[in-house]
């Protein structure tokens, strides 16, 4: 057991991650899609560091943006995991300030409450293994640290910055494994500095871990970065609750700075201890990144999904949508990622650029810049099929017990084909239930509304026809997600 | 005017073009595909010897598989063109047989019958010079010549077949441009050997065009290759009249032997004469020939549809269909070719390797290897938006006067919602016409048919429900295009 503990975990999921375009979009970004396995990165995240027998961890704190928080509440759900809770960044600032607000939350609801700050779209395979880790970090809190978990590096990388270890914290401390002084940050080496850094061994990668107290964390802030407190205390002084979600003060938050808690904290603070970690760990920060993490054959390929490749080596071939075929022939060090609304290929080396592409896409308003194909809503999800002349079509997905609101459009019809589940259809005043292979019409202006009363989901086909087929045309007589947009 | 003429083309259309995969596929290949423009490549052949006011050209002879005929005929009619017969080669066998039949056919109905015979899948820029070089070569036939029209190399190229030339055909020939003896065929050289050989200047490309009598060329299969004559005259003795497509002979023209025309009398034969041809021509063969022949810009990079090129070099992007995106970042010597379905990605100088790629898509059964996304009939096409457990969604467009069969199903039910143009439909016993906006049920079992009676096309959704779903769900009740197939 720990002397402080359990620990809050703080996950920061509000990030964009579009040098993981086209799979990462701004509206579905990075952490909450899936890139190996059935979980998505912020549910492996919050399993990570889920309250279990070792009574280690406590649920967790959720910083994120405003259009996730469905998508994160979902997902927690979905991974059993019910959380401290789900904060609402209203605008991006970068780490800091979404940081320290969950240290004064967490200040304000328990004065002894210990955080471990971690974002939530990095990839740790061996979750035990951190978790010891993370408990070896525990003792330094007693004499107020702040404690860094650093990486050993297994290669000279240089996307990533380090810290420099130095001797170790106390006499007390696990000689190899226990924690140590920190000398300084170091910035994104060179290639030389990446090896010589290697070589000389006291530098590990700097991972944006942090184990502290909630109260020395806000010490910290008030110590090296006085001009964040008045807008964060303020933001979380005016949060309101927004169903279950806590919304912090849009005006207060963005009068905040955007800068990154390395930069405000961090790197200033002389309580800072850093616990070594020997074992696998990505960022996940850009296809190459994914192609080093996945496996590959012989010839160093990876492959995802159904792709077929011919005579490559050391490349990365990922066909992300079922069904679709993506064919690589004599790729060297490429990366190609197939989705039937967009392509990307790219050298390896070229990782770092994607984001620039995605840049140049929003530039010319193509909407895969930053809209997924699958668009998530509180209620589920639906896509378009096909979009004609005058003419929609889309497939929806209402999860059990979803709820669209009560609305009624002005310029398009709909029709809708239950194809799997059961649907409860509101149509003016008469209700009825539709199962597979029953239809509904839904005429220009007429009130209506689609629920998920059953245990399974609900699947249907809309098309849509009329003048004007945008999302906007849209009236929301009632909703039980209390949104103003769609 | 000509002394023999008009010339009837014999369009060879009957090509699988597997190395324009994914665009071209073995159910809708390269030359009824549009490349570029709006015209397919056998729109563009057709045309290119169309009937015209010079009196140089008659209705073309199309020769064709069993599966392409519609298209054959459609794309025709959309061109403005009727043609002379439309032949269906039951099995390919290669462009002997093809052209052998062509000539007996002709031979047959006017033993004076002049033949260009053109590949349909290659590309001609300048239509007007080219007629102007088979005007050129009409002289030699009065002495019985075949005419081989040879493409000026602009370049090394170690990917086709040459033929030299040799003196004057006689003393009034256009010393330049007019016809000229052949000295032999040569194949496929190497780089230093194409080199050389562009440097002698009397080596031409062999384009596999040809002019000749019917009769001159009936005779050179008699003398060079006889065991064609047997099975190619049977099967045209045996053809018989398939809705205005003239069908050959299954059996007998299977017994012919595979070959090609170079290979089984071109080589050998001592009456052919070359007119050189300066000006572009490519066979389009592979997506290396593609990229040479679209517009680049200054860092040869060819963009076809939404394709965004990011520092490449020589290399060339299509996104086929619209509204997908590719990017392509820092690609160099590439092609990137994506399509919703499938993707493929090879370096230039591997273009040639891609029917091995389908191959071994077609090894493993997967559908891109063969089937196209749309699947085009005779009465319109049909894709598949989406296929679900116990559901498909497609979309279905009726061409003005298409009519598909009287059919039903014993495992699935229909919803159709109309989306565009007016609809007869056909449940049972009852005909109604339904427009945009109105949809229709078809329950297991019920006897229907889809007709398109107006002048506009008609597209409709179709949602399909049951427990299997396979195209070969059907019983065909009365077909217009007496299909027993789909």
Redesign the interface.
């Known amino acids: 057991m720990t002397q402080d503990g359990p620990i809050t975990p703080v996950l920061l999921s509000g990030g964009e991650g579009s040098r993981l375009w086209?799979l990462s979009r701004r509206s579905h970004p990075k952490q909450f899609v899936g890139i190996g396995g059935p979980l998505t990165l912020f549910q492996q995240a919050a399993l990570r560091f889920a309250p279990g027998e070792d009574g280690l961890f406590a649920p967790p704190v959720v910083m994120t943006g405003a259009d996730f928080r469905f998508m994160a509440r979902d997902q927690l759900e979905c991974a059993g995991i019910a959380p401290e809770a789900v904060l609402i960044e209203p605008v991006p600032r970068n780490t800091a300030p979404a940081i320290l607000a969950a240290a004064l939350l967490m200040e304000a609801r328990d004065p002894g409450a210990v955080l471990l700050i971690a974002p939530a779209d990095h990839a740790i395979p061996d979750p035990a293994g951190f978790r010891q880790a993370v408990a070896r970090g525990l003792p330094a809190l007693a004499t107020g640290q702040i404690v860094a978990f650093g990486i050993a590096p297994d290669r000279p990388e240089t996307g990533y910055g380090y810290i420099e270890a130095g001797p170790l914290l106390d006499n007390t401390s696990d000689p190899i494994a226990g924690p140590r002084r920190v000398l300084r940050f170091v910035e994104k080496p060179d290639a030389a500095r990446a090896a010589e850094m290697m070589q000389e061994g006291r530098f590990l990668w700097n991972a944006g871990l942090f184990l502290a107290r909630a109260a020395d964390l806000v010490a910290a802030f008030r110590l090296h970065a006085p001009h964040c407190l008045g807008p964060v205390s303020a933001a979380l002084a005016g949060a309101r609750d927004d169903l279950g979600f806590l919304r912090l003060d849009p005006a207060s938050f963005a009068a905040a700075p955007s800068i990154s808690v390395d930069f405000a904290v961090m790197e200033k603070a002389t309580n800072l201890a850093l616990v070594p970690y020997v074992g696998a760990w990505s960022d996940l920060g850009d296809w190459n990144a994914i192609w080093r993490g996945q496996a590959q054959d012989d010839a160093g390929v990876a492959c995802h999904g159904?792709a077929?490749a011919?005579?490559c080596r050391n490349s990365l071939l990922r066909?992300e949508a079922g069904?679709?075929?993506?064919?690589?022939?004599?790729?060297e060090d490429?990366i190609?990622v197939?989705m039937?609304?967009?392509?990307?290929?790219?050298?390896r080396?070229?990782a770092q650029?994607?984001r620039?592409?995605v840049a140049?896409?929003r530039a010319?308003s193509?909407p895969?810049a930053d809209a997924a194909q699958r668009d998530y809503r509180p209620w589920g999800w639906f896509e378009t099929?096909?979009l004609?002349?005058?003419?929609r079509?889309k497939?929806i997905m209402v999860a059990p017990g979803g709820r669209l609101s009560l609305q009624s459009h002005s310029h398009r019809?709909e029709?809708w084909?239950v194809?799997?589940g059961e649907a409860r259809i509101t149509l003016g005043t008469q209700t009825q239930v539709l199962g597979?292979?029953r239809?509904v019409?839904v005429p220009i202006g007429t009130v209506h509304r689609l629920e998920n009363p059953g245990p399974d989901p609900v699947?249907l086909?809309e098309?849509q026809?009329?003048s004007y087929l945008g999302e906007d045309d849209i009236v929301r007589h009632d909703d039980a997600y209390a949104r103003s947009a769609v």
Chains 1, 2 share one sequence.
């Open positions: 086209p159904p077929e011919i005579g066909a069904g679709q075929v993506l064919v690589g022939i004599g790729l490429m190609a197939a039937p609304d967009a392509v990307l290929v790219a050298p080396a070229r650029e994607v620039h592409a140049q896409l010319r193509a895969q099929l096909v004609g002349p005058g003419f079509v497939r019809a029709h084909v194809v799997e597979p292979d239809s019409y699947v086909i098309v026809t009329g």
